[in-house]
């Protein structure tokens, strides 16, 4: 058995690697949203696959009767809460919008994304590089991390960190 803590991969590989039309349509995603490699795009991909894959199973799981279809049922109402959280779903969204969901739908929750659509940077990768560098803060709390998925609530209080060199030059 191994080790508990270790880290293991987060995402899967394409099963092909070396497909001329997958390899530009990703190289174009990973330019329009700043992304510093591929992997980057394949954690999204994984993230996409395991919410649908749980969509498709509680689409299946809630026309059953019983126990077995009331907590699917259950569990259906807090994976969509979840993802409306996120900003990935309207409000009253269904389980087959789930599967509908595309990765630039994803993409776009990123805080690198929103920091370069708030106008907070000049681009995608200094967006990057002024999270990176702890010059960004979601409601006040730094956050250096590129990939943080912004929640829907928290998208508005997005800004300078207040002990950042960048956010004293404004005042």
């Known amino acids: 058995m191994a080790y508990p803590g270790k880290n293991r991969k987060m995402y899967d590989t394409p099963r092909h690697p070396w497909q001329a039309i997958r ?12 992304l510093r490699n591929k992997r980057e795009l394949w954690k999204a991909h994984s993230i996409l696959r395991k919410h649908r894959r749980e969509a498709r199973k509680l689409l299946a799981e809630t026309s059953e009767r019983g126990e077995r279809g009331d ?15 996120m900003g990935l779903l309207k409000k009253n969204a269904e389980l087959d919008e789930i599967l509908a969901l595309e ?6 929750r990123r805080l690198q994304t929103l920091v370069y659509r708030k106008g907070l940077a000049n681009s995608t990768k200094q967006a990057r590089q ?14 250096t ?15 300078y960190y207040v002990g950042s060199s960048i956010a004293q030059k404004e005042e």
């Open 103 to 108: 990765i630039e739908d994803l993409l776009e």
């Open 71 to 85: 907590h699917a049922r259950a569990e259906s109402k807090n994976v969509l809460g979840k993802l409306s959280r």
């Open 23 to 34: 390899m530009t349509e990703e190289a174009g995603v990973v330019k329009k949203y700043g």
């Open 130 to 143: 002024l999270i990176v560098h702890g010059h960004i803060a979601v409601a006040g709390r730094k956050i």
């Open 145 to 159: 991390v590129p990939s943080y998925t912004v929640l829907k609530d928290e998208e508005s209080k997005i800004g």
